[in-house]
């Protein structure tokens, strides 16, 4: 079946600029999770949504990031006044939850180059 | 404080070689611990999990409670096995906290 999807594959914005990206989960997986990849940082998680519960924003870095996630299926990461420190690889993955599995299946990424 | 230590960024061994990648945790509960691998151009996926106690790829990790580790290792390196590898701790609220994660190089 079809995988975790991210859209666009690549984006490059100048400083300032907004950008939304995209996320596709699993069909049937109700938690999504975004992350950001940095050269250097590992991943550094972002933001989870679980079912209808209220997301856990804990990691996102600062007010320009937020997120929404529509239906309970598709998710949008949406950074405001991009800024060149945003430039990174994001991240999303689902997870079904259910019978006790907690492995997240992760998409291909967004990569994000603000000049 | 939750978190996952990948102590070296970069291994590199010759093929053949065994391989060891460290991983130490700390968490106050009863940890739930994954191995996450990316290949060059493809996505980050499981490699394997300690509730399974299983072998993937002749990669084995056991979980060390009184040491707080969960190294990967694998006795006979291959070149394919050359990649990033994550080490993750799953906590009570539903997050995967990753360590820095480390490249293995493996030279033929």
């Known amino acids: 079946g079809a995988g975790v999807s991210q859209s666009p594959s690549n984006k490059v914005t100048e400083k300032g600029k907004d950008v939304e990206l995209r996320c596709d989960p699993i069909s049937g997986h109700t938690a999504l999770y975004w992350y950001r990849q940095s050269l250097g940082q590992g991943l550094e998680f972002l933001i989870y949504f679980q079912g209808n519960s209220a997301p856990d924003k804990s990691g996102l870095p600062s007010d320009r990031f937020s997120a929404e996630r529509t239906g309970g299926s598709v998710s949008t990461l949406t950074i405001q006044r991009t800024q060149q420190e945003d430039s990174a690889v994001y991240l999303c993955?689902?997870?079904?939850?259910?019978?006790?599995?907690?492995?997240?299946?992760f998409g291909p990424g967004t990569r994000l180059t603000v000049l | 404080a939750q978190r996952v230590t990948q102590p070296e960024k970069l291994l590199s061994v010759f093929k053949g070689a065994p391989v060891e990648l460290k991983c130490n945790y700390s968490y106050s509960g009863s940890p739930e611990l994954f191995w996450y691998v990316q290949y060059s151009r493809q996505r980050l996926q499981l490699l394997l999990r300690h509730i399974s106690r299983e072998s993937i790829k002749g990669f084995t990790a056991d979980l060390n409670k009184g040491e707080t580790s969960f190294h990967l290792k694998k006795p006979f390196a291959q070149e394919e096995d050359s990649a990033m590898y994550y080490c993750a701790l799953f906590n009570q609220g539903g997050k995967l906290i990753f360590g820095q994660g480390t490249e293995l190089s493996v030279k033929p």
């Open positions: 993955a689902s997870s079904p939850v259910s019978g006790g599995s907690n492995e997240q299946f």
